[in-house]
């Protein structure tokens, strides 16, 4: 950049009197400028290395942050612990880094006592803006600016030379930040703020702008300098961010809203059309949807067959994104350019690997399922499986006739095959409980093992979270052990089944489960293979129940309790709590269950009162 000679020569003299710490280092940590200010500052001189041990408010070095400067590529603000206080900013270029000082007042004025080639260098090849300003003239015309606020603003430095800085601003630059630099300008202090200012082509940049005041050895103002460093990045990030929060906050309100509602009503409904009429029409009363269908595939013919409508439009089961939702599992969505019907989207339904059928959805807004939109259809078609999966389970404890399915396995990929094969012990199943997050809590006596060999067979198998004895005598323990989510007897309840014996010994393990007629046994026969090596199915028949059952009663009492009264009561008869003499106490039950004794006692009462309530038909609790 060619700079007037007096131009160059005002700029120079005002540099001269830069009470600001500047220096510059290359890339071996060599001080190739620095002027009076920084020298008392930091003891070093030009052409010597700058220490490692100068240090910084956050008890890292001066030097730590040149390179992190350098090595990032971006400017690097930190604060100096001197006496008083500095700010400080490195700025990375091609040979090295600028490093600027800033006192929190103004300071006495000191010469710079430097080569002026060194000192072009150091301000003219700065990665941020660089301008000197005219303080003793009324409207603060600009001196001289670097090769850098050129290249930000697309100025050269012919066209703003006399000017005052402002023409970078414009319609939608911050009015109180600019007045925050004329007001700290009239008052002879420094200032930083950030808003939008506009290069010569007329695009926007967020810049940060820093001011101070330059004072000669009176005191007197007599030049302002600034740096201008481009922040338009950061402020698209952060806008960024804002969006996300505001997309974040829109799903949290369709979350509480639409599923909020649907949830609550299809936990009220008690059959699986109840829940998807409830479904069908709870969607049709959010804005903007105004129809919606669930429909089923067809066992033989593979054709949808609709099976609940809300609204006044027809449902397309024959729409190809209808059958591309159920091929691949994944939410689709089309545009129809009906009346009423401007876009429409197909959500399969299902619970594990289990499909119940196909949510559709019509829109009256072409863009109404974006991405927002698809999170909440996605959740809300989760939620609707796991309801109809919960139901499809409880009906098999009242269905009149059920499927009776009996499978052997041979691997030791289940842990009750496993013990048995390693312990040599015989193996026989109880009961289980479903928990919230998804486990079960299966209740196995164990016979012919010692406890703690059981404990480290299943140690370390990814089958079995916890497994703990709650009840020894004789010769046979009664295990405990919590199972996570997908293993074999929750396996069998997302099918709809009901696991009524499992028996493992050192030559054969079998499994005996029920399920209601119309449940995919085959589905799960496959689903079982693909997961445990040796599986076979011995027997499949369909037998009628009695009239009345003993489930009956059990659906009824479990309806009543909660899941710590269940627990209560599951562990203390299986342990033999009830039998005298008793071969466990309350305190051990408790702890097993990380309570304590006078609560594990207080939940066992409750599930008694209730069973006793129950048994006896006077519906108290």
């Known amino acids: 950049m060619d ?18 710490p500047l220096l510059a280092l290359d890339s071996d940590r060599r001080v190739t400028y620095l002027n009076d200010p920084a020298r008392e500052l930091l003891g070093v001189g030009i052409d010597e290395r700058l220490p490692a041990a100068l240090p910084t408010a956050v008890g890292e070095t001066i030097l730590d942050h040149a390179e992190t400067a350098i090595r990032n590529d971006r400017t690097e603000s930190f604060s100096v612990a001197t006496d ?72 050269d430095f012919d066209e703003v030379q006399g000017h005052n800085c402002r023409f970078l601003q414009g319609e939608q630059s911050d009015a109180d930040a600019v007045a925050a630099m004329r007001d700290a300008i009239d008052a002879e202090e420094p200032v930083s703020v950030e808003l939008l200012n506009y290069r010569k082509d007329g695009s926007e940049f967020w810049n940060r702008v820093d001011i101070a005041p330059i004072r000669d050895e009176t005191g007197t103002v007599t030049h302002f300098v600034g740096f201008q460093t481009d922040i338009s990045e950061r402020k698209r990030a952060e806008e960024a961010a804002h969006h996300r929060a505001t997309e974040l906050e829109h799903l949290l309100e369709r979350i509480e809203g639409l ?6 009503e299809v936990v009220e409904a008690p059959t699986r059309e109840a829940i998807e009429a409830a479904v069908c029409t709870q969607v049709t009363q959010v804005e903007p949807y105004n129809f919606a269908w669930i429909g089923e595939r067809d066992v033989r013919t593979d054709a949808v067959e609709v099976r609940t409508v809300a609204g006044e439009c027809d449902p397309d089961p024959d729409h190809p994104i209808v059958t591309e939702a159920l091929e691949t599992g994944e939410l689709q969505v089309d545009t129809l350019g009906i009346e009423g019907c401007a876009a429409v989207a197909a959500v399969p339904i299902s619970y594990h690997d289990t499909e119940y059928g196909v949510l559709s959805v019509c829109a009256t807004k072409a863009d109404a399922f974006d991405e927002r939109e698809q999170v909440v259809l996605r959740s809300l078609a989760r939620s609707i499986g796991s309801a109809i999966n919960a139901r499809e389970t409880r009906r098999i404890l009242i269905a009149d006739s059920v499927v ?8 030791s990929d289940l842990f009750f095959v496993d013990i048995a094969d390693r312990a040599e012990a015989d193996i026989s199943y109880l009961q289980s409980t479903n928990r919230e997050d998804g486990s079960v809590v299966s209740f196995f006596s164990v016979r012919g093992a010692a406890p703690d ?20 005598q004789d010769n046979e323990t009664v295990f405990e052990f919590v199972l996570p989510a997908g293993t074999l007897v929750s396996t069998m309840s997302d099918y709809g089944g009901k696991t009524q014996t499992i028996t493992a010994t050192p030559d054969e393990s079998r499994v005996l489960a029920e399920f209601p007629q119309d449940a995919d046994v085959r589905g799960l026969i496959e689903r ?9 199915l011995l027997a499949y028949r369909h037998h009628e129940r009695p009239a009345k059952t003993k489930q009956d009663f059990i659906e009824s009492l479990t309806d009543t309790l909660t899941e710590r009264q269940l ?55």
């Not at 409750?606 to 309530?613: P, Y």
Request: hydrophobic share 35%; proline share 5%; charged share 30%.
């Open 259 to 264: 599923l909020g509602d649907v949830t609550s």
């Open 3 to 20: 700079i007037p000679d007096e131009s160059h020569a005002r700029a120079s003299q005002a540099l001269s009197r830069l009470s600001t």
């Open 404 to 411: 009776e399915a009996e499978f052997s396995f041979r691997g």
């Open 453 to 472: 060999d059981v404990v480290d067979i299943v140690d370390d198998r990814d089958d079995v979270l916890e497994a703990r004895p709650v009840a020894e």
């Open 84 to 155: 008083p206080r500095r700010e400080a900013t490195a700025h990375p270029d091609a040979d090295g880094v600028t490093v600027l000082f800033r006192e929190p007042t103004p300071a006495a004025t000191e010469d710079v006592i430097a080569e002026l080639d060194l000192k072009e260098r150091a301000i003219n090849e700065a990665p941020v803006g660089i301008t000197i300003a005219d303080a003793e003239s009324g409207d603060q015309p600009l001196l001289y600016v670097n090769e850098a606020f050129e290249e930000l603003t697309g100025y």
């Open 567 to 621: 627990t209560s009561l599951q562990k203390a008869y299986v342990s033999g709590f009830f039998d005298w003499p008793r071969p466990v106490t309350g305190e051990e039950l408790a702890e097993s269950m990380n309570i304590s004794r006078s609560t594990f006692h207080e939940h066992l009462r409750a599930a008694e009162r209730k069973l006793c309530a129950e048994f006896f038909g006077d519906g108290s609790q």
């Open 528 to 536: 079982l293979k693909e997961s445990y090596s040796g599986t076979e």
